[in-house]
């Protein structure tokens, strides 16, 4: 494979993906494909291997064995480039406690090279997850449900190509995954893909198209996500995971 054909299918194309920590398999031979504009919920119990693959498509994490591709970037080779084209938003940490939230968004649009003009963009997000009278504060003293909140923001905030939010609706208010969500739906708009991963089952019918079912580190459901909503999506998801 290369980036041109991983390009033309997906803008997130994994093969056969290994990720190991010792002997456990974290990750045991995932395949997952995201085209352009589209949106894919991880679902599955702690430990299922949802935030090890966000990881590893992030650049973050080097998998064992595997492909991964992302907007035709080779993650395993180049996970430096990869970084430059994905948003992530990692399930715990990322912030720095002693900056605050316009410290956060200078640093980030200095690193990514953002044109002039990017204030504009940082202070209308900043608004929509309801942090813009917490932007001098240090993130040090931010609730769980606010440091979410800035995560999901700077994981998006550059607009890019592939989205990659890992638990961004734990512990956050009725506001914040409203704006989570419009977030979501703005990037399929402009053609990124986008993977969520939560536990939280009615979200990830709500904010993703498609819904892939992790159990031990295997895919063992992929389906509209539509088909796990209500009470019967529920108990299927129930017995997918026994």
């Known amino acids: 494979m290369n ?75 180049e996970p430096r480039r990869a970084r430059e084209v994905v948003g992530y938003c990692p399930d715990v940490g990322g912030l720095i406690p002693r900056a605050t939230p316009w410290e956060h968004l200078q640093l980030a649009a200095r690193l990514r090279r953002l044109p002039p003009g990017w204030e504009a963009r940082a202070l209308a997000l900043l608004d929509r997850f309801d942090l813009a009278t917490a932007s001098d504060r240090v993130t040090a003293g931010f609730s769980h449900g606010m440091g979410r909140r800035l995560s999901v923001l700077l994981a998006a905030f550059h607009e890019p190509a592939v989205l990659l939010l890992d638990e961004p609706f734990d512990g956050v208010d009725p506001l914040g995954v409203e704006a989570t969500l419009e977030e979501i739906h703005h990037a399929r708009l402009r053609g990124a893909a986008v993977l969520v991963s939560t536990h939280l089952l009615p979200l990830a019918v709500q904010a993703c198209q498609d819904a892939v079912v992790l159990r031990a580190g295997r895919v063992v459901a992929s389906s509209p996500a539509r088909d796990l909503a209500g009470d019967e999506g529920a108990a299927r998801y129930r017995e997918l995971l026994t």
């Open 3 to 77: 980036a041109t054909t991983s390009a033309s299918t997906a803008q997130v194309d994994v093969r056969g993906l290994v990720v190991t920590f010792g002997r456990v398999a974290a990750v045991d031979n995932l395949d997952l494909r995201v085209i352009a504009g589209g949106s894919v919920a991880l679902v599955g119990r702690n430990g299922a291997g949802k935030s090890s693959t966000l990881r590893a498509l992030g650049g973050v994490l080097p998998p064992a064995r595997g492909s991964v591709w992302v907007a035709g970037v080779d993650a395993v080779s």
